[in-house]
């Protein structure tokens, strides 16, 4: 089976640009999570969507949205880019969206803000 | 607040040699614990969890106690072997959180040398 993919692998963008990232859950997966992993740290919680609903948000701005769709993928949209927006995004899926349901993540997309 | 705090990597040990990569944690209430690993090229994969106080979780080899009375969530191997080379994230998701939140480490990078 294939697990949880993302698209683009990798993306230049310059400040002041929008960006939309997708990403693709493992079949039969309903709730999908995004985090932020800046170089040398571990990664940051943005948000959570189960069943095409905002279950949860972390401490990011408002330039930070996301939907989920209702085959259950979803996109990662940032607005007014900024240089400290650079990073490696990851997308996590689970069956459910319980708290310690297992969440599998895909490779990720590299973000770059000149 | 909710926080992980790891030992400074990087750590470099011989093959065979015996592992420990400390982590203690910042929570209210009765978090659970993870521990995941970034293998080069990959994504985060779940490498071993404990929900509650005293629980040893255990994966290929590794094990980690939740010791509640230290914060603690030491990670360790017996006997390492080159392709556990990686980079090894201690995670926590806080209790009474309705969403899939961890809050992750910074992350520890280990290479083992034949």
């Known amino acids: 089976d294939a697990g949880v993919t993302q698209s683009p692998t990798h993306l230049i963008k310059t400040r002041g640009q929008q960006v939309t990232l997708r990403c693709s859950p493992i079949s039969g997966h309903k709730s999908v999570s995004w985090y932020q992993q800046v170089l040398g740290q571990g990664p940051q919680f943005i948000f959570q969507?189960?069943?095409?609903?905002?279950?949860g948000r972390g401490n990011f701005p408002d330039r930070f949205s996301a939907r989920q769709f209702p085959n259950y993928s979803s996109e990662l949209n940032v607005n007014a880019l900024l240089l400290g927006d650079s990073a490696l995004y990851l997308c996590a899926s689970s069956l459910g969206g319980a708290p310690l349901d297992e969440q599998f993540f895909g490779p990720g997309t590299r973000l770059t803000v000149l | 607040g909710n926080s992980v705090t790891q030992m400074e990597g990087p750590v470099t040990l011989s093959e065979e040699a015996f592992l420990t990569i400390n982590c203690t944690y910042t929570?209210?209430?009765?978090?659970?614990l993870f521990w995941y690993v970034q293998y080069p090229g990959e994504g985060l994969q779940l490498l071993l969890k404990?929900?509650?106080a005293d629980d040893k979780g255990s994966n290929k080899g590794f094990e980690a106690t939740y010791r509640k009375e230290t914060t603690s969530f030491h990670l360790e191997k017996g006997s390492v072997q080159v392709s556990d080379s990686a980079v090894y994230f201690c995670a926590l998701s806080p209790w009474g959180q309705g969403a899939q939140k961890l809050v992750f480490g910074q992350g520890t990078r280990l290479t083992i040398n034949p």
């Open positions: 404990a929900t509650k």
């Open positions: 929570a209210t209430g009765y978090p659970s």
């Open positions: 969507y189960y069943e095409k609903e905002e279950r």
